[in-house]
């Protein structure tokens, strides 16, 4: 038997497979002017099509809604009749390059996004934003996850499609029961079963769905934040790495995201760097994680197997995020994970699936994987398909006709006894789900 080689290797992860996905993302750099962010806005005609088109910023409900700025160069913004356009502050904030969105006190305004694509379970908008100093003050703006059933949002004043589900995150502390040191949480305003338990409503407040987000506080800076519909029946919620979940509506997902304030407003905001998809969000604090690959009989390099590791909530087999690892030549790779309870699933080229349960992250000390090696037609099983593959590429080694690197189960760079040997013990055998 040969000996089995572990060293340690940071790797590059790149996301892959068929959940994770970016469907919208603005930095808000690409506009040079607010007038040409505000192109799909058309205040004269609250029905105009142009309200329907998808993945680009609506203002909700003429402009000027959430003024752009930009830091370097300041714009000179023309003047609407009743509603002016107000010089940017001299202290005028963007994460980002030179260019954001200035929520001014005071004012009453709200964009959207419709989505070119409703999303379901692992929906997600992140996003950043700067309080100017919100604390011990009803501030009151945030930023909305929305489900209409058309697919659409508001095309004009007041004007909804069958909204059926909406989540919120910000600084909405207009209730009496708000705890003006902290940032507030909504849950599903369509049924009282998916309210936060700890809602307003249940204090003697007033908001039902709202209630205090209590893992992080209101300060000045620039905040990273998410709304995440991670699993059928619950949302999590996400400020500057602190979670906490709710209650989630299982029939329900994501066609639009929102960013809303009420004239209340007692302080600026700026928000930056929106992203909407599936999967993580970024906005999900990870940890790096060691990991150790060994397989019976392998005594090549590492680093040619092609790895997928798969994050997945425990006891589930649909994938949060896949990615494709390069392990070291000896097996060891570190990975970033989320935080958490998670299950990780390993899957090589030519191995069976090993499922890692319920592993918390962050892991002390190091993620050791074994696999089996002997699936050539990636499978999951070891039958006789792989046997036809094997003899097939019998005796040959890299350049030969015939040879597949697939079958070459020891890494040795030829298909031999060996290889036949490690495919003899694992036969019929099937990898983890």
């Not at 100017?132 to 929305?146: I, M, P």
């Not at 300060?219 to 709304?227: D, F, M, T, Y």
């Not at 092609?306 to 494709?324: A, C, D, F, K, Y």
């Not at 090589?348 to 994987?369: F, H, M, Y």
Request: hydrophobic share 40%.
């Amino acid at each position: 038997m040969r000996n089995m080689l572990l060293v340690v290797l940071f790797v590059t992860l790149v996301a892959g497979g068929t959940f994770a996905q970016v469907v919208f993302t603005d930095n808000f750099e690409s506009y040079t002017g607010q007038q040409q962010f505000e192109r799909y806005d058309n205040p004269a005609d609250l029905f105009d099509p142009i309200w329907l088109t998808r993945n680009v910023w609506h203002g909700q409900v003429a402009p000027p809604n959430l003024q752009l700025i930009n830091v370097t160069n300041p714009y000179t913004h023309p003047a609407y009749p009743g509603d002016p356009y107000l010089p940017q502050p001299t202290d005028a904030k963007a994460r980002s390059g030179s260019q954001s969105l200035w929520l001014k006190a005071g004012s009453a305004r709200a964009n959207f996004v419709n989505l070119s694509q409703p999303l379901g379970v692992g929906a997600y908008v992140d996003w950043w934003f700067y309080d100017t100093g919100s604390a011990g003050a009803r501030a009151n703006a945030w930023v909305e996850l929305l489900h209409y059933t058309s697919g659409l949002l508001d095309v004009g004043a007041g004007v909804t499609t069958g909204q059926v589900e909406s989540f919120s995150l910000g600084a909405a502390s207009f209730d009496p029961k708000a705890n003006l040191s902290l940032y507030q949480i909504r849950g599903d305003i369509s049924d009282p079963a998916y309210y936060p338990s700890d809602s307003f409503a249940s204090q003697g407040g007033g908001a039902a769905t709202w209630a205090n987000f209590s893992g992080a506080s209101r300060s000045v800076g620039w905040r990273h934040a998410a709304i995440w519909l991670w699993k059928p029946n619950e949302v999590l919620f996400i400020v500057d790495g602190a979670t906490r979940t709710a209650p989630r509506n299982p029939a329900y997902g994501a066609t639009t995201v929102r960013i809303r304030a009420l004239s209340s407003n007692v302080t600026d905001f700026y928000y930056d760097d929106f992203t909407i998809g599936t999967g993580i969000p970024p906005a999900m604090p990870r940890s790096n994680t060691a990991v150790a690959l060994s397989a019976e009989g392998f005594a090549g390099d590492f680093s040619v197997v092609n790895l997928q590791v798969e994050i997945r909530h425990p006891g589930e087999t649909w994938s949060l995020e896949s990615m494709q690892v390069v392990p070291g030549t000896d097996g060891r790779f570190t990975i970033a994970l989320p935080r958490g309870s998670y299950d990780l699933a390993f899957k090589a080229d030519r191995s069976l699936r090993r499922v890692l349960r319920s592993v918390t992250i962050p892991a002390s000390g190091t993620l050791n994987v074994s696999l089996l090696m002997g699936d050539v037609d990636d499978d999951n099983e070891v039958t006789l398909f792989d046997f036809g593959a094997l003899v097939a590429a019998f005796g040959t080694m890299p350049g030969d006709s015939g040879w597949n690197p697939r079958c070459d189960f020891d890494a040795d760079e030829e298909v031999t006894l060996f290889d036949f040997g490690i495919l003899v013990r694992n036969f019929g055998l099937i990898g983890d789900e």
